[in-house]
């Protein structure tokens, strides 16, 4: 069955950095994308970044452009979100997700796999 489960989340003070990991068993991870999102108190859950599995195309929301980077270990069965320059609108919990394919999809209905989520709060 496959499964995905977050870590690294925690406290940080504004322009602090934390880097989360996604692990994944269950499945050949090589051939599928990984996104990660995030969904703060009160608001939906968006897209924050993805790694293709195809080309290793990487995509990001506009709101951590630059601060951001989403990197995959296939050895390992892991993706990483290394988070820099962190904000307190960057506070939520974060989540991994995966979809049926190599690529990163558009919508966030195609990803069919998701972990616990991870609480990543920053905060002075």
């Known amino acids: 069955q496959l499964q995905l489960a977050e870590s690294g989340g925690g406290l940080v003070q504004p322009g602090g950095s934390l880097r989360l990991s996604c692990a994944a068993s269950?499945?050949?991870?090589?051939?599928?994308?990984i996104g990660w999102f995030r969904q703060a108190p009160g608001k939906e859950r968006e897209g924050v970044s993805c790694?293709?599995?195809?080309?290793?195309?990487?995509y990001y929301t506009d709101a951590v452009k630059g601060r951001f980077t989403i990197s995959r270990d296939n050895a390992k069965n892991t993706v990483y979100l290394q988070m820099n320059s962190l904000k307190p609108e960057d506070t939520a919990v974060y989540y991994c997700?995966?979809?049926?394919?190599?690529?990163?999809?558009?919508?966030?209905?195609?990803?069919?796999?998701w972990g616990q989520g991870a609480q990543v709060t920053v905060s002075s």
């Open positions: 997700a995966a979809p049926l394919g190599a690529n990163c999809p558009t919508r966030r209905n195609d990803f069919y796999f």
């Open positions: 269950g499945f050949t991870f090589q051939y599928y994308a």
């Open positions: 790694i293709s599995s195809s080309d290793g195309n990487t």
